[in-house]
């Protein structure tokens, strides 16, 4: 072995073990924060490094049985929006002020509360009294992240109209929040009445604050009924809580585990519903997603193998779809739009993977090719009727030359190739570039990929068993 290659291992082994130190002194620091201040001591379970720069992960000291909570969270521990009033005279004084200035337009949510918790826990000095400090919980989390906002515009360029499009909507979406939260600071500093300064709120801090709270929060209702404080909007995150400790678990699409707030004990826990062994890493499942929600929500994508995230599909624009029949007059549509909403096929018009396209799509398919060549002298509700009843259609009608099944395969096969092209151009462009993030989104155009494969030949091979009188009974 060259003395270079000997080298550089080493020099990696020396990273290697700084980062664990590391990790492991901020471990210790949080761990006596848990117990000090919440009186909580995970004693069968450790977090440690998960290496190749994914991050901390929670393993378990000891084998953990089938119904077994992995982890079981005091609610002290809990950190919602309520909680976040009684720990910060901050959000305290501010909730108070909006309260006094009773305007519609000034409020909070519960996003920006928590994200401003963090944040101003985040600017206090490391000296800052430990028990009433939350810097041992702010030092265990991520500095930053993968979440397209974190993302440069070389990044950015990569991504699919559609998938720029949905994340210009998130940066419009947080932007719009700091700007609020600003403006509310601003007003605080500029009266009298204000107990606690705080200077504005950086895009930098409020993305960081914004994306733990959004990747790390959990959902319970345990507190539902109970009244916001003036000063506030409701919105749907408001039974959002930060849970130190469990938030340290990742996620994994095939984690067998069920989340739950225990009356009883007054505990949120994290049940295994199967065996988990000495020395695993123990994960979180947060919810039935499929790829794209996780990279725009989260800003990752789990690694498809050995097993497929069976959530994954790829969603069909409607009016895309229409181009690709050639069915482009605005009234056509907007009519056939009205019959498949009847129907509620809008809803769920998809590649599926492993399935090829749902039954809405062929349905939707079947109508505009029938559209496209009037070929069985029907209206679009005409035709739908027959369908759902599963009566008989005529695809071949005497004087035509083409079945109603054959103008919807050519014509879905050449829709199929045109997305299976755009993604592997897509794919190419994201090889250019050598980071984390392209690695997500490759990924993620590698799993479109794999489906828009899966459809074509289904489209090839199978539509054809797949007529009108077979395929479109559900």
């Not at 009037?374 to 679009?380: E, I, P």
Request: charged share 25%; with cysteine; net charge positive.
């Amino acid at each position: 072995m060259s003395k270079g290659r000997t080298s550089r291992r080493r020099k990696k082994r020396a990273e290697r073990n700084k980062v664990e130190a590391e990790v492991e002194k901020k471990n210790i620091l949080f761990q006596k924060w848990l117990k000090e201040k919440f009186a909580y001591k995970p004693t069968s379970l450790r977090i440690a490094s998960c290496g190749d720069g994914g991050g901390n992960g929670v393993f378990a000291r000891k084998a953990i049985p089938s119904g077994d909570p992995i982890v079981s969270i005091p609610r002290r521990l809990m950190i919602g929006v309520h909680e976040v009033t009684v720990h910060s005279a901050l959000i305290a004084s501010i909730l108070a002020y909006l309260r006094k200035l009773d305007d519609e337009d000034l409020f909070l949510t519960t996003v920006q509360i928590l994200a401003l918790f963090l944040i101003e826990e985040r600017r206090k000095p490391l000296e800052h009294g430990a028990s009433t400090s939350f810097r041992p919980y702010i030092s265990m989390l991520p500095h930053t992240f993968t979440h397209l906002l974190y993302w440069n515009d070389e990044e950015l360029g990569c991504l699919s109209p559609h998938l720029s499009h949905k994340a210009a909507n998130i940066r419009n979406k947080v932007t719009h929040q700091l700007d609020h939260l600003n403006l509310i600071l601003l007003n605080m500093r500029r009266s009298t009445s204000s107990m606690t300064p705080f200077d504005d709120v950086t895009w930098k801090e409020y993305i960081w604050a914004w994306c733990c709270v959004n990747t790390r929060c959990v959902f319970s209702d345990h507190q539902a009924s109970r009244k916001l404080r003036g000063g506030m909007r409701k919105t749907t995150e408001d039974n959002y809580y930060l849970i130190p400790f469990l938030d340290m678990l990742n996620h994994h699409p095939q984690a067998d585990v069920q989340a739950k707030y225990d009356a009883k004990s007054q505990h949120f826990q994290l049940i295994t519903l199967s065996m988990c062994h000495k020395y695993d890493q123990l994960y979180i499942k947060y919810g039935e997603h499929g790829s794209l929600d996780l990279l725009l929500e989260y800003g990752f994508v789990p690694t498809p193998d050995p097993i497929s995230n069976l959530n994954d599909c790829i969603e069909v624009d409607f009016n895309q779809l229409c181009a690709a029949f050639k069915v482009d007059d605005p009234s056509t549509k907007c009519l056939l739009f009205e019959v498949i909403m009847e129907r509620r096929l809008h809803e769920d018009l998809s590649f599926i993977i492993h399935t090829g396209p749902s039954w809405s799509l062929i349905v939707c398919c079947i109508l505009l090719a029938n559209l496209q060549h009037n070929l069985l002298k029907k209206t679009s509700r005409q035709l739908l009727a027959l369908i759902c009843s599963g009566k008989t259609i005529d695809q071949k009608p005497p004087q035509t030359g083409s079945s109603i099944t054959h103008v919807m395969k050519g014509n879905l096969l050449e829709f199929v190739m045109k997305k299976l092209m755009e993604t592997r151009r897509l794919l190419v462009k994201c090889g250019e570039h050598d980071s984390v993030q392209m690695t997500f989104l490759a990924r993620y155009y590698e799993i479109i990929a794999l489906i828009l494969d899966q459809s074509r030949a289904f489209v090839t091979d199978e539509c054809s068993q797949f007529a009108a009188v077979t395929l479109l009974n559900k």
